[in-house]
């Protein structure tokens, strides 16, 4: 499913980063908002540490689809996590997050997903012991909020709760 | 080994014929040598010598990236590929660039380049995925044409793999034939496509999962930042009634046509390609969408060339400098009025009256579907084989070739079986224009076929008719490009001396990454006698050096250089490695990079300035739409202030061991002393 849902919806999903239809903005296809957000996080570019993922037009369309967490109400990523509010914590404005110190790489969160591709990242192929799970906490630690929406060149991804842009 | 920041650590010598892949550590090459060019000219100098041709399997494809390619730097997404070029005439060493994702996953995938070798016994793509390569059947994908080989390889390895691939213009050793990635992003000038053809290699399709550490994230972000400026905004899909450049070739497109920007690269911060949606294919009836950039739109109609917006296009001021990337999207905005030198600099002229062929929309979309799909080079085809033909049939000069249908650029039915004619060989004419337009028309007899006078060309700056030869050839086998005539011919000639000395000193089209800056200032002392200004010559050098530099850290020549911001490239380096860079020291590496290219073409090729001036003179003796040219004497001047701008030698255009020595390349020297191309002092 694509994530152009705004919170107007009844839809059950919390605030969370929209892409805007395309003519309010067209997403370059960049790629920025993925290398930000593993340079926020991380300090690394990785598409194994970006939470949001780029999901780029069949048969070389150009026309891309940006993928984020929803932050649900149920978000069936922390029910299934073991170490539930260690691991997989849901703080007072109800972001789901990670707190990567406690993650133990198991990848439940990842398959417990309710959309297809999952919005947690979860690389299989890192070593056993160095698994983690990756996936959108809305940088909720950052000052200027979050940090793919600050950095996307056309502004075509925002938050669900902003009222939507204008029509040039 | 240190840790590297910015690079990956590894680059790969595959070698197609033993099937063996072998690593060799970045760092033999870094920092001296910077990345992406300035490390493929290291390699080429070392294992190329000067016997082998470019479809020999001896000849490398040198394929680097930079250290800032998917660090999220800006424009570090580009990366390049070097070897010797089939398309230059003499074939010589050579280089082309490429936008797209494939070189942030090959980073990804864990290295920063390969060195491709030898010959594969049969056709062979590689699949490069997180530090191992393998070298697969490419049987079921010869034949294909680019985009079906891109989903064919999608469908085999998941929609996450990044490729790059030819067309069957590369297959079938068409000197033009262009590397195609996946946004239609080409390396192509270099015909870089048939090298591969040669080596019955497919393609290369890379996937990683790996991570690329840049030695400070804040700064990335910083530059993300600054080189943005002053731009971050909506930019939504548009319906368009139509396509051109300026006011004169407008194609109506029917019903109006869907138009939005894309970026080029792996984390760029721009979106200066144009992506037209749902065109009309050559190939099928269902509509295809296109990535395309400049040249692209004289496909569409061709009856006038590019306007001249005045000597505020080449030179500029603090107020009035504006990225060439901001220009197709059309954002630089007007010009600032408020600038002293407005009246001066901006000067609105438009482009001289050509008429090779007719605005037509869905006509122009097939002649760039046909590039795109069989993988050619769009400038040998819109601006020089087309209106070759264009203006070649109007003046008689094919009234006794028979190419098996009318020549006729108008007919859409004509374009496509001239280029399938071209690309798969088909007889005596197919199998001659593969060769490329240089040398066919040598084969037909350059005087004829190649200097006959076109009568149809008009300044419409003077109202005169001028000069302008059938074949827009310049020097090294390649066409015209922002050099006062033909294509691009809008601009003066104190911009155009330059080009065509960047274009003198290389072996192939310069202006997609040197495309021509100076400060204004300059203009007004130059502009009288641009070729006994000193100016101008260091103008020249300062945008090779800038080009070098553009290739090897990477960045794109459409966001640098900024005259009013010289150390930008010096900051995304160091952001990337970590290394303490300044300008003046990124500059020098830059020195380092060109002299190794020179002396490239100097060992191998016999470069001197004998075979220089000479291939580049002829050009210029037809007028630019002024009238102007130059003189062969005023020509000489300007090269001998050049050459010893760079401390090269005036008789011979070699540099001399001092230079060689300043730039640490004392080895340089001792080997072309051996071979007595060191001149005496
Ligand atoms: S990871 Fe999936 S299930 Fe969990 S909150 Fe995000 S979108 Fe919902
Ligand atoms: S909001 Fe922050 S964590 Fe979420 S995708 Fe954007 S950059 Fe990543
Ligand atoms: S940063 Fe914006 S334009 Fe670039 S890929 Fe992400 S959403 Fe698209």
Redesign the interface.
Known sequence: MNNNLNNESENGLGRHVIQ?P?????C?????CE??C???H????????KRIFLE?G??????HAVLTCQHCDDHPCYEKCPKQDLAMCIDEKGIVYINQDECIGCGLCAKACKFEPSRINF?K??EKTKRKAYKCDLCRTRENGP?CIE??????IGLSDWPM?E?? | MEKLYGYTGKIARINLTDKSVTEIPTSNYVPKYLGGRGVCNKIFWDEVGPEVGAFDPENKIIYMTGPTT???IPTGGRSVMTGISPNNLPEQYSWSGIGG?FG?EVK?AGYDGFIIEGKAAEPTYLYIE?GDIQFLSAKNLWGKLV?DT??KLEEIHG??VNSIVIGPAGENLMRNASITT???NVAAKSGFGAVFGSKNLKAITAK???????AS?EK??EL??RM?NP???????VVEPGHSIGPANFAEAKGGFKK????CS??????CNM?M?DMKSAFKDEKV?H?EKCVSVFAFGFEEDVPYGGPGDTFVTEKNHTLACKMIPREGGPPDESDEHFGEMFNFQRGDKLDFWKPDFDKGSVINDLCNEYGVDKWDVIVWLLPWLSMGKKEGVFDEIDLGMEIDVESEEFVKYLLDMIVYRKGYYGNLLAEGMARAIRTLGKEKFGDTIYQGRYSQVTGDRLDLPISLETAWGHCVHWQGRGFEASMEKPAWVATNLHQMNSTRDTQTIAHHHDYFKNYVELKDDPCRSPLTAQAVIMGENKAEIKDSVTCCDWQSPDLFWMDMEAQMFEAATGFKTTEAELNEAAERSKLLFRAIIIRNYGRDRNMEVNAIFPIMTYPDPWGQTVTWKEWNDLVDIYYHERGWDKETGWPTRAVYERFGLGFVADELEKIGKLPAN
């Open positions: 805007y395309d003519d309010i903005s067209f370059a296809g960049c790629s920025a290398i930000v593993g340079l926020v991380e300090g690394v570019s990785s598409p194994s540490v780029r069949e048969k070389q369309s150009l026309q690389n192929k890192t940090a950095y996307c060149q056309v502004k075509c842009p029509k040039a | 998917a660090t999220g994702w942030a990804f997180d985009h891109q989903n929609r996450d996946s946004n239609d990683g999962t790996g991570a690329v550490v840049p994230a990335v972000l993300r930042r943005a731009l971050m905004d909506h930019k939504p899909l939005a920007y894309v970026a792996h984390g760029c911060n721009q979106h992506l949606l969408n990535v």
